[in-house]
């Protein structure tokens, strides 16, 4: 079973940048899309970064341009650098990783087995 914990988050006023970082440990099955999600009060949790085996990432409209997500093998560790940070990006995020067997395309819409406990994110203005 796959272990994720996030870290990195904190309170920041709005412009500013923070980076996520998610420690992945343990068996990955399915290592086809990994991602960050978040969630906003009152409000479900929502994908907004992914990244596939191949390297190519996905992003919500809301971040594109302003948040990048990668990838480090070798360290077994995903990143979210979010930049030009905004009052509505005020959210709890939480990485995710191996996903269930499907025939999807687009790692944004697969099914994550595993997430993260989460890392709080608050901007100010």
């Known amino acids: 079973q796959v272990q994720l914990m996030e870290s990195g988050g904190g309170s920041v006023q709005s412009g500013g940048a923070l980076r996520l970082s998610c420690a992945i440990s343990?068996?990955?099955?399915?290592?086809?899309?990994m991602g960050w999600f978040r969630q906003l009060p009152g409000k479900e949790r929502e994908g907004i970064a992914t990244i596939d085996e191949d390297g190519v990432t996905t992003y919500v409209d809301s971040v594109k341009g302003r948040f990048t997500i990668s990838l480090d093998k070798a360290k077994n560790t995903l990143y979210l650098q979010m930049d030009s940070l905004k009052p509505e990006d005020t959210a709890m995020y939480y990485c995710?990783?191996?996903?269930?067997?499907?025939?999807?395309?687009?790692?944004?819409?697969?099914?994550?087995?595993?997430y993260g406990q989460g890392t709080q994110v608050t901007v100010s203005s």
């Open positions: 995710a990783a191996d996903i269930y067997d499907w025939g999807g395309h687009i790692c944004l819409h697969a099914p994550y087995r595993s």
């Open positions: 343990g068996f990955i099955r399915n290592r086809e899309c």
